[in-house]
């Protein structure tokens, strides 16, 4: 599955995100990507919102990765770091993440679906709020995405 969408302003991201938070389950992983100022993590505030996260949600920088619980329980992983590493993958790996009982969405995600699974979200910038969403998945199941 591949699909493009074109999004105008803040308000229209922030309403794919509640889009596709309520269309998530238990063991889904979202990649990320997309230049510094895209929007991966204004997004990744309104999916988790939108799964009755409570409180403030931040990228997860200089932790690489905080876990939230609101209707599921969710990883938000920034994955930045890990870019210039020999290995990215072994120490993405060493999170020792299970996937099977979170949402897990990787911010800077490119290169890390260690499911096979997960649903790619790449982010390019457009001029002011303008962005283009390329969705990518493997998994039969994206491609029956409501947005």
């Not at 063991?27 to 929007?39: E, K, S, V, Y």
């Not at 991966?40 to 939230?68: C, D, W």
């Amino acid at each position: 599955m591949r699909k493009h969408l074109e999004i105008g302003s803040a308000l229209q991201m922030r309403d794919f995100g509640i889009s596709l938070a309520a269309q998530l389950r238990m063991g889904d992983l979202l990649l990320l990507d997309g230049p510094l100022g895209a929007g991966k993590t204004f997004l990744t505030q309104h999916i988790l919102r939108a799964l009755n996260v409570q409180g403030e949600v931040t990228s997860p920088t200089f932790v690489m990765m905080k876990s939230y619980q609101g209707d599921f329980s969710i990883n938000h992983i920034d994955a930045y770091r890990l870019l210039d590493l020999v290995n990215p993958r072994q120490a993405f790996e060493e999170l020792d993440i299970d996937f099977d009982s979170s949402i897990t969405i990787v911010e800077w995600g490119a290169g890390f679906d260690l499911t096979g699974e997960a649903l790619h979200i790449g982010i390019d910038l457009g001029e002011g709020e303008h962005r283009t969403l390329t969705l990518e998945g493997a998994d039969s199941r994206w491609g029956q995405l409501q947005l």
